[in-house]
């Protein structure tokens, strides 16, 4: 049984809203509608958080697998007040290591784009995971 998930809807630092998107290392498309002629981009909210009662010893690792694994980045938050912030600010990369989670949100950011040699599709070959070794507190 998973004890841990993601979460999406503009979840709040250190509480427990936002909508759950995928638990455990299973397994959810993160959902974006780009226009690939005009090669977009989108900044999601994001947050990952234990069940009540559990933790993830050490890291969280986060990080997407997948056929179009590429198009998208993490990063981590750092009070960002809102995605076109968080696009300018954050330090995109493949993966990021998270430290101290617990049963509240710890916020991160996740970036998609398109290009403009993209056939319009609905492209749901890229899913993200968060690999952490959960115990009970």
């Given at each position: 049984?998973?004890?841990?998930?993601?979460?999406?809807?503009?979840?709040?630092?250190?509480?427990?809203?936002?909508?759950?998107?995928?638990?455990?290392?299973?397994?959810?498309?993160?959902?974006?509608?780009?226009?690939?002629?005009?090669?977009?981009?989108?900044?999601?909210?994001?947050?990952?958080?234990?069940?009540?009662?559990?933790?993830?010893?050490?890291?969280?690792?986060?990080?997407?697998?997948?056929?179009?694994?590429?198009?998208?980045?993490?990063?981590?938050?750092?009070?960002?007040?809102?995605?076109?912030?968080?696009?300018?600010?954050?330090?995109?990369?493949?993966?990021?290591?998270l430290e101290?989670?617990?049963?509240?949100?710890?916020?991160?950011?996740?970036?998609?784009?398109?290009?403009?040699?993209?056939?319009?599709?609905?492209?749901?070959?890229?899913?993200?995971?968060?690999?952490?070794?959960?115990?009970?507190?």
């Open positions: 049984m998973a004890h841990h998930a993601i979460y999406i809807n503009n979840p709040t630092a250190g509480t427990t809203d936002g909508t759950k998107i995928s638990s455990g290392t299973g397994t959810q498309p993160l959902k974006a509608t780009l226009d690939a002629t005009q090669s977009e981009t989108a900044v999601i909210k994001c947050a990952v958080r234990c069940d009540s009662g559990y933790k993830i010893e050490s890291d969280t690792t986060i990080f997407f697998i997948g056929d179009t694994a590429d198009k998208w980045q993490v990063a981590e938050d750092n009070d960002y007040d809102n995605a076109t912030i968080a696009d300018q600010m954050c330090e995109w990369q493949s993966e990021i290591t101290s989670v617990t049963s509240v949100n710890r916020v991160f950011w996740v970036k998609v784009s398109s290009s403009s040699d993209e056939n319009p599709s609905n492209d749901d070959s890229a899913t993200i995971q968060a690999i952490g070794l959960v115990s009970k507190e």
